[in-house]
């Protein structure tokens, strides 16, 4: 069983920077591909980035892109996730996700679930 901890979340203002990272517990690791999905309250939860473990291919909402850098380090079985220029629409709780296969075409097509960290952006 894989366990997704995620850790880096917290209270910055705005225009601040956060790294948000998440660590898969399972010893050999392979997934198809990791994202960071984010809900805000009241809000249906969203896909922030993507990214394939393998060939590095990435994508990124448009409301994120160029604020937000998703990468991963395979040895150390991490995914994170570079927050900077911070709005306050970035307050949510992040989760990270991974799906062990290639369809990744709603959220409910992810295999395994961290437990979410709490990003308040504060103006």
């Known amino acids: 069983q894989v366990q997704l901890v995620e850790s880096g979340g917290g209270l910055v203002q705005a225009g601040g920077s956060l790294r948000l990272s998440c660590t898969a517990s399972?010893?050999?690791?392979?997934?198809?591909?990791m994202a960071w999905f984010r809900q805000a309250p009241g809000k249906e939860r969203e896909l922030v980035a993507n990214?394939?473990?393998?060939?590095?291919?990435?994508v990124y909402a448009d409301s994120v892109q160029g604020r937000f850098t998703i990468s991963r380090d395979n040895a150390k079985n991490t995914v994170y996730l570079q927050m900077n220029s911070l709005k306050p629409e970035d307050t949510a709780v992040y989760y990270c996700?991974?799906?062990?296969?290639?369809?990744?075409?709603?959220?409910?097509?992810?295999?395994?679930w961290g437990q979410g960290t709490q990003v308040t952006v504060s103006s």
């Open positions: 399972a010893p050999t690791f392979n997934p198809i591909s």
């Open positions: 996700a991974a799906a062990m296969s290639a369809d990744i075409s709603e959220s409910t097509k992810f295999d395994y």
């Open positions: 990214i394939r473990w393998r060939h590095l291919g990435k």
